[in-house]
């Protein structure tokens, strides 16, 4: 599967984005589909992930604030970003992966990554 982040950009704190990330390929459905950012000297971090059902995860930091939801007939995973705060400021990074052998929160667990869309909060 190949995926494609978009939606990034500039916003205030207090504001809201929506990143999209497409997916081509077969059986998108199947697949266990997550977002991480990265913020500059940080290391690679959880936000959400979502199953093929209706799981839910979302980092502990940004509940209350972010949505991830997918649409299966359009091979997309969207992540809705309310009240940002500038310790949001991060490239996006969707993932994607058919088995999890690992844990959901891990990065490490993911086998195939979007290219990353920045989101920039001001303060």
């Known amino acids: 599967v190949q995926l494609q982040a978009s939606g990034g950009g500039l916003v205030q704190a207090g504001g809201s984005l929506t990143l999209s990330c497409a997916a081509s390929?077969?059986?998108?459905?199947?697949?266990?589909m997550g977002w991480f950012r990265q913020a500059p000297g940080k290391e690679r971090e959880f936000v959400a992930a979502?199953?093929?059902?209706?799981?839910?995860y979302l980092a502990d930091s940004v509940k209350g604030r972010f949505t991830i939801s997918r649409d299966n007939a359009k091979n997309t995973v969207s992540l809705q970003m309310n009240s940002l705060k500038p310790d949001d400021t991060a490239v996006y990074y969707c993932?994607?992966?058919?088995?999890?052998?690992?844990?959901?929160?891990?990065?490490?667990?993911?086998?195939?990554w979007g290219q990353g869309t920045l989101v920039t909060v001001s303060s």
């Open positions: 979502m199953w093929s059902g209706s799981s839910t």
């Open positions: 993932a994607a992966v058919l088995y999890l052998r690992g844990s959901n929160y891990s990065a490490t667990s993911y086998h195939y």
């Open positions: 390929g077969r059986a998108f459905s199947t697949y266990r």
